[in-house]
């Protein structure tokens, strides 16, 4: 996967957006479900990106994929930073993105859910 099937798959999903929110990180580019974050990646480098994860099975995952790893700016109890380094099938990483999304849908407020469909 490169950096444009990534942003096409993500901009793909319902009520997406995309922006660069951060002023010290003009390069990080944030994908966001009805104001709620769910992935980031650094545009310039896209060696890796970051998305929620089910809390209850990120340990497993991470202890079978090394390139699921701890984030550095999110919470690691619910954010994992997939590494870009060829070792996770892109329909994996759709899938990983799938639930990020499905995750912060889930936690909308049910007036931003109706809205959204």
């Known amino acids: 996967m490169n950096i444009e ?4 798959y993500c901009l ?3 009520g997406v957006t995309e922006s660069t ?7 990080i580019l ?3 479900v009805m104001g709620k974050m769910f992935s980031a990646t650094d545009i310039n480098t896209f ?17 079978k994929y090394d390139a699921l790893q701890e984030p550095a ?3 690691k109890k619910h954010w994992s930073k997939v590494l870009m380094d060829d070792t996770i099938p892109d329909q994996l990483i759709y899938q990983w993105l799938d639930i990020s999304y499905d995750l912060v849908v889930k936690n909308l ?6 809205a959204l469909r």
């Open 12 to 14: 793909s999903k319902k």
């Open 73 to 75: 700016y999110f919470s």
């Open 109 to 114: 407020s049910k007036k931003l859910q109706e």
């Open 47 to 63: 060696e890796s990106f970051s998305i929620k994860c089910i809390p209850e099975t990120i340990e497993e995952l991470r202890s």
């Open 30 to 32: 944030v994908f966001k």
């Open 21 to 27: 929110p951060f002023p010290k990180g003009e390069n």
């Open 5 to 8: 099937e990534y942003r096409d």
